[in-house]
């Protein structure tokens, strides 16, 4: 039997046929509509870091606590994203056996605190890590969803995080999963943040008038990092930068001892 070996020739020119098409496929993978737009924070300073000028609507975006204290307010930053989406579809969390773990229960009284309607939340009690991955894909491939969120008690692996980058970006859907903090980070996310409780301010009998998070947006895909100290209004529930952070020279200083700390 003869076997013939093509020459060096032939093995570039296959090999660079093979990157061409590659380069072609990764930009479908990473965004399958181009157009889906982004959910824009409203705060210059932020929307500025991100790709677009906002949260891309295709894509998956993770949240982490700084401590396993700081959960309930990285809950609550990922309810205030969610909050201005629920007048598309309902909206979607899925949790699974360990995704409260620190917080509870989820109640319908806090939940519109931040502007989030329980009549528009469809929440999905899943019965392990591996049941609540594929109810989010299910979900995100409906079509049905405004946005799904998920509450898990531990990280994604790199196979399951791009399955579900992938859904997002078909739906196209925006993708919101809440990870403990020491958890792996799923590689593929387009952003990742992470998020701890700061000291609010307070009237004049101490009573607590606005929560605030440092809020610290730790990679985002063609996009910049970035640190802020914000505000939650309930009002309008929509996030700003606390007032202390005005002054620009202020603002230097609070990021560089928050990177120290």
């Not at 196979?159 to 590689?187: I, K, V």
Request: net charge neutral; aromatic share 6%.
């Amino acid at each position: 039997m003869t076997i013939r070996v093509p020459p060096p020739s032939e093995f570039a020119d296959e090999r660079a046929e093979k990157l061409a098409s590659l380069r072609l496929l990764l930009p479908r993978l990473d965004h399958v509509h181009a157009d889906a737009g982004v959910l824009p924070f409203g705060i210059e300073d932020v929307d500025q870091k991100l790709p677009g000028g906002g949260l891309a609507l295709d894509g998956l975006h993770e949240i982490a606590p700084r401590t396993i204290f700081d959960t309930a307010s990285a809950l609550a930053f990922l309810v205030s994203r969610l909050v201005h989406r629920q007048d598309k579809d309902a909206v979607w969390l899925v949790t699974s056996p360990r995704g409260l773990d620190g917080l509870g229960r989820l109640h319908g009284h806090g939940l519109r605190g931040l502007g989030l309607d329980p009549a528009r939340l469809v929440l999905v009690h899943a019965g392990s890590e591996v049941e609540a991955a594929w109810a989010l894909e299910e979900i995100l491939r409906s079509g049905a969803a405004a946005a799904v969120a998920a509450l898990t008690g531990g990280g994604l692996d790199a196979a399951t995080s791009r399955r579900q980058q992938l859904a997002a970006a078909s739906a196209p859907c925006p993708l919101f999963l809440l990870r403990p903090p020491l958890a792996p980070s799923a590689t593929v996310a387009v952003t990742r943040w992470r998020i701890g409780a700061a000291a609010g301010p307070r009237d004049r009998f101490g009573l607590l008038t606005a929560w605030r998070w440092r809020v610290q947006l730790e990679r985002s895909r063609n996009g910049q990092s970035g640190l802020w100290l914000m505000e939650y209004d309930h009002v309008t529930h929509r996030l700003d930068l606390a007032a202390a952070l005005a002054d620009p020279a202020f603002s230097d200083f609070s990021v560089q001892n928050a990177k120290v700390a």
